[in-house]
DNA sequence: ACAAAAAAATAACATAGGTTATTGAATAGG
DNA sequence: CCTATTCAATAACCTATGTTATTTTTTTGT
């Protein structure tokens, strides 16, 4: 069930106590939101990090003129921010896309998680690491990519973190984001992607019906987009920690160096 | 002389003694760069934290026909993903603009920072977030500004992040971008940079010249770019920790807490 | 099951910004 | 100090994408 965990265990083999307190973490203070309804807004003085459990939510910035960009999607197990908390201010708007449900998470479970959870401490900086790569890959994206090839890139990477995070069974996903949300997110007018799809769709890159997305072969997907999903961090061989090398939280005093913080 | 604690000063009160480390961790293991040098690569096994002490740089990436973005600046002061050492291939390169002086911090210093010195932990967390703000407002600038807008947005931010570091004396800063580094920056064709550079200049926003640029009124760029300063989060007000209050790292249960890490 | 609303598709036309090529002005290096 | 490069400027032309408007299809709420 726990996206986050199953996302997380890409990086870092999590204990049975790791995944205890995530559950737990998961299931205090969830708040469910409708369709298009926003989480926070800029401007907003952050409380918590939300975590969505269940549906698309999106960050969003907007100009005084009202011409908005998303700037990242939220997928079922996708975190916004580490320590915002530490900020005087929202500079951005979060918000949904379908409805979803939503868990606050406080400073102090942070501060739990970093005083005697070092694997989940170390999962939890991946994650951070991954989503600022992830933001880079969007300004190449909107900076380099032709309408065609950036709709493309797109499509990869929900792809490939839906399947991080357990979802994507085959060749299908869940896809309910809207061609006014493709526009919002590629920087493109809403005409231009309905044309733009109709190209992918006339090459049999994607199919979209419904809301559901189908990748016949991700391979021509790829290099349509020119995705290269090295930024997504998913490597295996990365995994830094192992349960079976520390098998408890509290365990050794290599467990409590890696706690220390970072 | 030291931009860093110049920056972090910003946010957080620094003691003596955590301004010494950072002196020290800045002397220690600095190599010198010439201009348009590579610091490291994409594909490279990330090993250190970058600190650049004098000089620009860049991140960037490119695509395999060639096209560059470069996705952020590095000014004095700067320094790249803090734990970069947890992920095993870098995404990205990050080369000099100008020669450069730059400082390797690693992993262990980042340790001894987060077991003894709360306060510089919690500025680097502040620096981590406002680089991401920084990402996402470039994700902005390349999605939804026009050609003007963006150029304008760059010098603004450019400007306000050098007055941080303490550099830039009155409407003037250190520039050394070429119209080709600022192509790779916008998104935009050198041709059209230069146009619009142009247009900029008829309109009396900016003064390029040399390798100087100068802000005739920083009001008026600022609304020509629709610029916000906030994701810079650059309030005092939002000043977290006070030497004054914990005038030792090593003091008190609140400091110890503030140490736990994020 | 139907009406109302939202989303997608289509069309005709407009333009911001890209491309290629050439020339002129600064720098830098020997 | 002179030559070779790099950088900036200008020009003519081109195209990817934007705009506005209308129609068709799908979804949603009752």
Same sequence: chains 1, 2.
């Avoid at 915002?84 to 449900?101: N, P, Q, R």
């Avoid at 939503?102 to 991954?130: C, K, M, Q």
């Avoid at 490939?160 to 997110?185: I, V």
């Amino acid at each position: 069930m726990n996206a986050l965990i199953r996302k997380l265990e890409h990086f870092v083999k999590l204990s049975p106590g790791d995944r205890a307190i995530l559950t737990r973490a998961a299931s205090e203070r969830v708040r469910k939101f409708g369709p298009r309804a926003d989480i926070t807004r800029e401007g907003d003085r952050p409380k918590d990090v939300h975590l969505v459990l269940t549906g698309w939510a999106c960050r969003y910035k907007q100009l005084e003129d009202g011409r908005r960009q998303v700037v990242s999607f939220f997928l079922p197990g996708d975190m916004c921010d580490l320590n915002v908390f530490i900020l005087k201010e929202m500079d951005h708007s979060i918000g949904t896309i379908t409805s979803a449900t939503v868990a606050d998470l406080s400073r102090e479970f942070f501060d739990e998680i970093s005083a005697g959870y070092p694997r989940i401490a170390t999962a939890l900086w991946w994650e951070t690491l991954v989503n600022a790569a992830i933001q880079r890959e969007w300004t190449m994206n909107l900076g380099q990519r032709t309408a065609l090839e950036r709709m493309a890139h797109l499509f990869c990477e929900i792809f490939f973190r839906f399947r991080l995070a357990g979802f994507a069974e085959g060749l299908s996903c869940d896809f309910p984001l809207t061609q006014a949300d493709l526009a919002d997110a590629t920087g493109l007018s809403k005409v231009h992607v309905n044309r733009t799809l109709q190209e992918l769709r006339a090459g049999r890159l994607v199919i979209l019906k419904g809301k559901t997305l189908t990748v016949p072969s991700l391979e021509r997907l790829m290099d349509a987009a020119l995705f290269n999903a090295n930024y997504l961090h998913m490597d295996h061989e990365g995994r830094q920690l192992d349960a079976n090398e520390f098998p408890d939280a509290t365990d050794g005093a290599k467990a409590r160096d890696l706690a220390k913080g970072y």
